[in-house]
Structure formats: C-alpha cells, structure tokens
C-alpha cells in the first residue's frame, strides 16, 4: 500500500531526466543562495568542503546535461579555463560620454543654468565618478545575456563571460524585465595594492583602472574570477519606463539587485522636501540635501576623496526629472542635463595622428602613438609608446581619437584615455600581421607580438645599436648614423662586424674626416679590452643586464663555456641556485644561449679577442709556500673541512697533495694523524702542526673545542 502511494505521489518524478533537471535547479538555487551569503554579506553558511560538493556535482551534471544549464548558472562565477574572444556588440542605447568641467565654479553656473531656466522645477544629483571601466549589462527576461564595454559608443565588445564572475552582478533580476543598465566596472584600491604587489616592476600597473580592464579583458574568465572587481549601475533604460525621475531609477535598478552606489547626494529645494524624496524611493543611505549645501558638499567630497576605498576622478551632476532631462536633450556626444567635474585637469588633451611600428633587437614589436604636439608638465610630447596589442584594446584607442595623456612617474608619456572617438569611421587599432622591415609575418607570444627573423634588417640595427651604446661596450663614434651609414655602405652586417669593419670608407661619405675615423679605429680597439661582465651584457640575451650579468659571474658562472654547458645540458637549477635567479629568466636565457645565432655571435666575438672569462684575481696576499708541495693529514680543529685549509695554502701559492712522497715540501699533521705521519718522518719531510700552520698564515686558532665529558 505504502508503495503505491509513493509511486502516486512520485508519478512527476518517475522520468529521470526530470529528476536530474530538478536536482540542477536545486543545486543552482542553493549554490546562489550560497554565493551571496559569502560575496555579499561575507558570511559562510556552510564549510568550503560540503560548497565545493554541491558546487562540482552541479559542474558534473552540466557537463552531461548541457540542455539543462540555466543561462545564470552560479558555476559561471567561476569563469572558464577556455580562450575567448570579444565579438563586436552594437549597443542598443547610444552609450554616451559626459561634458566635462574642471572647476567647481563651472558645476555651481551650470546649477544655476539649468534652474534659471526651469524656474527652480527641478532637482540634482551629484554622484561619485567612479574611475574604472564604462561597462553596459543587456538583461533579457530577467537574464543577463550580453556585458558590452563602451567602445566607440555605438559598437562595443562583448565580455560576457568575464562580467558573469563578478560576484556582485546578478545573473538574473529580481524580475523577468528586459532591461539596459549602464555603470562602471572597478577595483578597489586596497585590491589593486594587493594585486600589484604580487608583480614585478615591469608588469605592475600604474592604477587600479588599468589593472581593472585588463581583467575585464582577460581571454580566460577563470582568470577574471580571480580579480576581485566591483561595479556601481548609474542608469538604467527598460520596456515601459515610466520613472519621472532619476531617483526613481536608481530604486528600481536597486530594487531588481543590481548593484547601485550609496555614496549620491540628491539636492532640491531644502534638504527636508529631499529627504522626503529620498526616503519614498526607499534610498535611505543618500544624502539629503538643499541647493544651498551643493557648493559646501563638492568641496567635502574632494577631501574625502583620499579616504574612499576605491578611486574617483570626479563628481557627475545629474539633472533629476525626466521631463526635463528630454527638454534639454543632447550633443552629438553628450548628454545637455549632466556634466562631469574632473578633480584634475588632465595633464593634456592631443590627437593620435598616426601609429608607428617599432621593432626591437629580440624582434619584440611596440606600437608608438605619433600624437599632434602637446605639452605636458612642461615637456613637449609628440611620441608614446602603446606597448602592444592588449594595452590599445583597454584603450579602446583609434587613429584619430583625442586622448588624454599624461607623463608616468613624472617622465614617461603616456596615453591615459580616450576622451572622445574619431569620427573618421576608424574602429580600434590593429597590429599590422607582418613586420614592417622585413614582411616576415610576425608571431604573438604573451601578450606582445615579434618579428622573428633574426635577419630582419630593423632587428639588426637595433641590436648594433645596443652593443655599441654607452652603458653597453660603449664604443663612442658608433652612433645610430654611423651605424646607419655603415650598413647603407654594406660595411656592417651584423655586430662581429664591428671589429673588421674598414673604416676609412667612410670617408667616402660625407661629414667623415680622418680625425674622427681614426677615433673611431681606437674607440673599437679600447672596447677589446672590456671585461667579461660588460661583452656578457651586451650580447643581447633576454633579460641580461649589467645587474643580472654581474650576479650569474659571481654566482660561479666565472666564463662562457660554463654558461653555455649549462644551456646545452638545460641545467636550471644551476642558474636558479643564484639568488635573484628565477627560473623564467633562466629558461630564456638557455632558450637564447642555444640558438644557433648566439652561438655563431658568442664564436666570432671570441674569435675577435673578446674577453669570455672572468679575469682571475690575482691574490694580494704574500706567496710564502711558492713552489711548495703541502699534503694534509689528520683532523682539524680550525677547518670545517680539509678543502679550506688547502685554499689557504693555494691562495699563497702553494699546491696542494694528497699523498707523501720525497717531493712533498711539508706534511700539515692534524690530530689522530696516521700512517702518512710516520711517512714523512721516515722520508725526512718537513712536519708543521695545525697551531704552526695558523701561526705561519697569521689566522688565530678556533676556540678551543669542549673537553670530552667522558
Ligand atoms: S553618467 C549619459 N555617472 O564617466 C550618461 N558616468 O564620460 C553618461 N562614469 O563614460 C554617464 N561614474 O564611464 C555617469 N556616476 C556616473 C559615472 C560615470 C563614472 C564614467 C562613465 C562615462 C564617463 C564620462
């Protein structure tokens, strides 16, 4: 009986693909209710083991069950080990930028403005300007479908899968509503100096905004996941909008979870009828206040900026009614009811006029801004180094565009944003597919592009370049025009060159006197006599500078063949046993040290007379056992081991034996000295004792040893 009734009331469950369908939805429920708890409200409601159960047996069954997967599955918080790229998505809204200001007077007129010309039938609001990325979310049904950066503001690329990890993004509303939330995407400041603690020099970022839109556009979202990246929505566009004004808007985007900033001030007539506002909207945490405070609330915001724990650039003074927004309507490019007050004048404004191509002695290839003359902290730009290919995509930066630029540390220039699109129909840049200077089609490894013909005529420059420059073998004379002018003339092919080279055929070319060949001949000849750590520098293997050349000698790698019987027998650990030694730098020294090319270079530098090896020092210390042959026997009390006492007697020029014989000069007897004791003795061998010995190389005998308990 029992058994019927529980095949009645099991009668829905009796398929077993339901089942497993609602066992998903289960998982998926519990999982969501999960992450919020721990991302949002930092709280645990279960330990990390009986989580990752739930988790993995939800991972498992997606697998299997593809057609069950909800488009806001929690697994996605997790992103994907998959590589992707970011379609273009044409945005549904045209997503504009703001009217800037650069003074808090020019927010207070354009207040002023608006309610003059309103008869005071209007309020404000004046939000934080978040510095991060300008990120559209496209819900459909409730679902969140598309995550679209601004790109030119009509086409952006689509990073979907990156913005499903943030935690803080609901996967679905609290609403089946199609909707369109424009906000900004960021990380905080005590995040970012996390993150960019954990690089190197070379690879930390200058600001959180930077390292923020990198993640955004990491290939991998797993890798995503891993940055802890936060976003504010500050407006938001649906089917049947009837919000009278923007506080309306921000309730409701709060309302349907997503996630809005606290930090507002909303400004009417007194600060009572606005708190009034405030509280009907259910949006307790702003800030009430009267248009007579907004002069005093600008200013406080810019004091506190320093304290909040994520970076502002601004403020952004929005007009609040609906109505009246739509009367003051827009610009091509910006809204006429909101204008954004940037605490900093930008160091600069200027046009990208073209994009050049640089190509570097490793083939690294860099794409440099030409940008029309700006100056900046009172130094004239005109060229700025774009790195590669990644760093353009989180510019969104196209020939043409007006960017704002600045000097990094003070001295280097560089491109901070882009303040307004080209309107040259020029969609952002693309590297070229192959080198410039050669044709050769160029290789993508990490995130920067390379020419990798070792002929390439421009690599080949570059590299002589090098080799000559001052911190380098410093050859004075070999300029870049010399250079240049030695290999239009077909003297120079490459750098052993250098030390065959005729000279005097300059002299057939202009602006060449025999004065200054000459000079030329003996700067060549004096930099023969380098040492070993400046020509190891020189060659040009990655990563192998002065600093890291210096640290490899003294390391023990006292010559190049050492170093190169490391590289062939790909011994790493030797390098990395070297303080300062990564195992990245030794890989790609052994990867250079084993290419044909250096080994052909390292020949012919040699065969030159370079210097390959570590000259020997010699010891300053008196050569008293010159000639003399020592052999040691027995123990010794001030000596760790036998091998130091040999150094001593070799560092002052004695040899060292390890046998007795009539040749052997002098036997040093320790204690419990044996049959090569009785030996010397018999062969007439001079015998010196451990204390005589100490006493001969003026080293104080070691404390003396504890006397046997026993
Ligand atoms: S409103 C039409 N509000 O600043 C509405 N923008 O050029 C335009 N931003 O691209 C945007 N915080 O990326 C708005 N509270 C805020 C903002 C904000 C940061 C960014 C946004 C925009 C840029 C201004």
Request: glycine share 6%; charged share 25%.
């Amino acid at each position: 009986m029992a058994l019927i009734v529980f095949f009645i009331y099991n009668k829905a469950m009796t398929n077993p693909l339901e089942m497993i369908e609602q066992e998903m939805r289960d998982l998926e429920a519990r999982l969501t209710e999960l992450q919020r708890a721990y991302y949002l409200d930092s709280r645990s409601l279960v330990s990390d083991q009986q989580y990752d159960k739930l988790f993995d047996r939800l991972s498992h069954l997606e697998e299997l069950y593809p057609q069950f997967k909800a488009p806001d599955s929690p697994t996605q918080r997790v992103g994907s080990d998959l590589n992707s790229d970011f379609p273009e998505f044409r945005h549904t809204i045209p997503v504009l930028s703001l009217d800037k200001a650069y003074s808090a007077q020019t927010v207070l007129d354009w207040f002023s403005k608006a309610q003059a010309k309103f008869s005071n039938n209007l309020s404000f609001v004046l939000e934080e300007k978040i510095d991060g990325i300008s990120m559209v979310l496209y819900y459909e049904k409730g679902l969140l479908m598309h995550a679209v950066t601004r790109g030119n503001g009509i086409i952006g690329n689509e990073v979907t899968q990156n913005i499903k990890t943030m935690p803080s993004i609901p996967l679905r509303l609290n609403e089946p509503i199609d909707l369109v939330a424009r906000g900004e995407v960021y990380l905080g400041k005590a995040d970012f100096e996390r993150l960019n603690s954990e690089k190197g020099e070379d690879e930390a970022y200058a600001n959180p905004r930077n390292l923020a839109a990198g993640a955004v556009r990491r290939q991998k979202s797993s890798e995503t996941a891993r940055i802890p990246l936060s976003m504010f929505v500050y407006e938001g566009f649906w089917d049947g909008m009837e919000s009278t004004d923007h506080i309306a808007i921000l309730s409701r985007l709060k309302a349907l979870g997503l996630p809005t900033n606290p930090h507002i001030a909303y400004f009417s007539l007194n600060a009572s009828l606005s708190r009034q506002r405030l509280d009907e909207a259910g949006l307790n945490e702003m800030k009430a206040l009267g248009f007579s405070d907004i002069e005093q609330y600008i200013r406080e915001k810019t004091e506190q900026r320093k304290a909040l724990p994520y970076e502002i650039d601004g403020l952004v003074a929005k007009v609040n009614e609906i109505r009246v927004r739509e009367e003051l309507g827009y610009t091509e490019h910006h809204p006429r009811w909101a204008i954004a007050y940037k605490f900093e004048a930008p160091q600069a404004e200027t046009v990208v006029q073209s994009i050049e191509i640089q190509v570097g002695r490793t083939g690294r290839v860099t794409p440099v801004a030409r940008v029309q003359k700006a100056n900046v902290g009172g130094a004239d730009i005109q060229r700025i180094t774009l790195h590669n290919q990644q760093y353009i995509n989180e510019l969104e930066l196209a020939i043409g565009d007006t960017v704002s630029i600045s000097r990094r540390g003070d001295v280097i220039p560089a491109v901070e944003s882009v303040t307004e699109k080209n309107n040259l129909g020029n969609t952002t840049y693309q590297m070229p597919k192959s080198c410039p200077f050669c044709g050769s089609g160029l290789v993508k490894i990490g995130a920067h592009h390379f020419c990798p013909n070792t002929q390439c005529k421009e690599r080949v420059k570059q590299k002589l370049i090098f080799f000559c420059d001052r911190s380098q073998m410093d050859i004075e004379g070999l300029s870049t025009k010399t250079i240049e002018d030695l290999i239009k003339l077909g003297l120079i092919k490459d750098v052993p060159d250098i030390y065959t080279c005729d000279f005097k055929a300059l002299l057939s070319v202009g602006g060449y006197g025999e004065r200054s060949v000459s000079l030329l001949e003996k700067a060549v000849e004096k930099s023969r006599q380098n040492p070993y750590v400046k020509v190891l520098s020189s060659l040009g293997l990655p990563e192998i500078g002065k600093k890291a050349a210096s640290t490899l000698i003294k390391g023990g790698f006292k010559d190049i063949d050492s170093l190169l019987e490391a590289a062939s027998s790909n011994a790493i650990e030797k390098v990395t046993a070297i303080d300062q030694m990564g195992e990245k730098t030794a890989r790609s020294l052994f990867d250079s040290l084993n290419s044909p090319q250096m080994r052909q270079l390292i020949d012919e530098l040699r065969n030159q007379g370079l210097h390959f090896s570590e000259e020997e020092k010699q010891s300053d210390l008196e050569q008293i056992f010159s000639g003399q042959a020592w052999c040691i026997t027995g123990s010794l009390d001030s000596f760790s081991s036998r091998e130091l006492a040999e150094a001593e007697i070799e560092k002052r020029g004695g040899k060292a034996v390890s046998s007795v014989s009539s040749r052997t000069s002098v036997l040093l007897a320790g204690k419990n000295a044996g049959s090569k004791l009785d030996k010397a003795s018999e062969l007439g061998v001079k015998i010196v004792s451990e204390k005589e010995f100490l006493d001969l190389i003026g080293m104080d005998a070691a404390s003396p040893i504890e006397p046997d308990l026993f």
